[in-house]
């Protein structure tokens, strides 16, 4: 079974009212949506989520992220079996 085609939520918390989540779905055929989210306590101030698309194809990969503002485009492609190589830009507002 391809990993990646599979669609799950992930979460967990603390005793301190720490929040984590990710999650995964399986749009089409190498193409997935990704979501994944972070709070540190009840002060919605110090959260942080994000969202991903990204498209794979049988040797490299391009993404799109965008969260708290900022977006993020990726790009890895594989040269050898044990070497890749590929770019990433971010765009954060001030």
Same mark, same amino acid.
């Given at each position: 079974?391809?990993?990646?085609?599979?669609? &799950?939520?992930?979460?967990r918390?603390?005793?301190?009212?720490?929040?984590?989540?990710?999650?995964?779905?399986?749009?089409?055929k190498?193409?997935?949506?990704?979501?994944?989210? &972070?709070?540190?306590?009840?002060?919605?101030?110090k959260?942080?989520?994000?969202?991903?698309?990204?498209?794979? &194809?049988?040797?490299?990969?391009?993404?799109?992220?965008?969260?708290?503002?900022?977006?993020?485009?990726?790009?890895?492609?594989?040269?050898?079996?044990?070497?890749?190589?590929? &770019?990433?830009?971010?765009?954060?507002?001030?």
């Amino acid at each position: 079974m391809n990993q990646d085609e599979v669609s &799950f939520i992930s979460t967990r918390s603390d005793a301190s009212g720490k929040l984590e989540f990710s999650g995964q779905y399986s749009v089409a055929k190498d193409w997935s949506l990704r979501a994944e989210g &972070f709070f540190m306590d009840s002060d919605i101030a110090k959260s942080h989520v994000q969202f991903e698309v990204m498209r794979e &194809f049988n040797d490299s990969h391009i993404s799109y992220k965008t969260g708290g503002g900022s977006h993020n485009l990726s790009w890895m492609q594989t040269l050898t079996p044990s070497f890749m190589a590929g &770019f990433e830009m971010f765009y954060v507002p001030m």
